[in-house]
């Protein structure tokens, strides 16, 4: 896989401008030249073949050769819905979730959670899913949507997605899950450092969330997360 760079606006044929980190990427870490070949997206799908034409001060124009369909999704959308820890910890979840092929991932709001993210925040965690999805060659971005409340989501019409919610001591094990996932996907509850609380808990049994453990031990949130993701992303 040759160098990736994302664009923010949709590629078409012809003649692309690189700016910003993207720039400074390719000029300043890659030190690009003239005639070097790369590899841009644009978040649709597909990855584009280019040619660098000119390095500028600020800016790079590069030639687009040729267009790729290259789907490096799941077969099912996958949707995390976290308590999200703090810090570096935060920037590391975002990360592997996105590597992991996550579709979308949704900051929650919890009783119990201490960090809820800033715009500012939210606005670093989209750059890290651009730098993941770089490295690890996914042409669609991890969605990164608002905060929800917790029981705000809990309490929404049953969609027809697989509901589970991580619980030490839910009753179901993860391996009594299907193995096939339908096209309706899954989404799956993760709580902060302090666990749900337990009207949270009742209420996403009320309504129908299956309560999963992942084991004796006590993950981190991030450790769920994975856990969880990896189970269902990965192909066996
Ligand atoms: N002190 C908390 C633990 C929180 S761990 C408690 O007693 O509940 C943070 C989150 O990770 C939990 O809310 C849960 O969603 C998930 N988690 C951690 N370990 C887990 C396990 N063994 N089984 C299921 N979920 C787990």
Not at 31 to 56: C, K, Y
Not at 150 to 167: E, N, Q
Request: aromatic share 4%; with cysteine; proline share 7%.
């Amino acid at each position: 896989m040759s160098e990736r760079y994302f664009v923010e606006r949709p590629i078409s044929s012809g003649r692309v401008t690189l700016a910003g980190d993207e720039f400074r990427h390719l000029a300043a870490v890659m030190r690009a030249g003239p005639g070097d070949e790369v590899t841009l997206f644009d978040g649709s799908g597909a990855e584009f073949a280019a040619r660098v034409v000119q390095i500028g001060k600020r800016e790079a124009e590069l030639e687009i050769a040729c267009r790729r369909e290259r789907s490096r999704e799941l077969p099912f959308p996958l949707t995390l819905a976290v308590a999200l820890p703090k810090g570096e910890r935060q920037k590391w979840l975002v990360e592997k979730m996105t590597e992991l092929g996550v579709t979308r991932l949704v900051p929650l709001v919890t009783e119990r959670g201490v960090a809820q993210p800033t715009d500012a925040a939210l606005a670093r965690l989209r750059r890290g899913v651009i730098e993941a999805s770089k490295q690890c060659g996914r042409n669609v971005l991890m969605e990164i949507v608002e905060p929800i409340e917790a029981r705000v989501l809990f309490a929404a019409p049953a969609s027809a997605a697989v509901r589970l919610i991580a619980d030490p001591s839910g009753d179901v094990p993860l391996k009594a899950m299907p193995a096939a996932m339908p096209s309706t996907g899954l989404i799956a509850a993760v709580g902060p450092e302090g666990g749900f609380a337990d009207d949270e808990l009742a209420a996403a049994r009320r309504a129908g969330w299956q309560a999963v453990s992942l084991g004796p031990r006590m993950l981190r949130v991030e450790t769920a997360a994975i856990a969880l993701a990896a189970v269902f992303a990965v192909p066996n």
